[in-house]
Nanobody, 120 residues
Framework: QVQLAESGGGLVQIGGSLTLSCTASESLFSIGYIGWFRQPPGKQREQVAIMNSSGGTNYAEPVEGRFTISRDTAKNTIYLQMNSLKPEDTAVYYC??????????????WGQGTQVTVSS
């Protein structure tokens, strides 16, 4: 079972930057996909950015060009660098990992979430 521990959320001004971290209990190479989702107040959870085990990335359109997902494989950690933050980026951010079990079934794991609030 993969355990995920997030950190780095907080309050930031409009236009500011923040970096989130997510450390996995297993090697990132054993995880098929890992990335970030967010749930704004009163809205459904949505994908933000994901990375596959080879380092390939995919971003949601609202954050492309402003957010960057990266990893440190030696630390089993991924990061989400968030720049030019907007009020609509306010949400609880979750780290999610998808792992292939037995070569046939995918299992997903979630972190506890970290609050990001963008305010003037």
């Amino acid at each position: 079972q993969v355990q995920l521990a997030e950190s780095g959320g907080g309050l930031v001004q409009i236009g500011g930057s923040l970096t989130l971290s997510c450390t996995a209990s297993e090697s990132l190479f054993s995880i098929g996909y890992i990335g970030w989702f967010r749930q704004p107040p009163g809205k459904q959870r949505e994908q933000v950015a994901i990375m596959n085990s080879s380092g390939g990335t995919n971003y949601a359109e609202p954050v492309e060009g402003r957010f960057t997902i990266s990893r440190d494989t030696a630390k089993n950690t991924i990061y989400l660098q968030m720049n030019s933050l907007k009020p609509e980026d306010t949400a609880v951010y979750y780290c999610k990992a998808d792992q292939l079990i037995g070569g046939t079934n995918w299992r997903d794991y979630w972190g506890q979430g970290t609050q990001v609030t963008v305010s003037s």
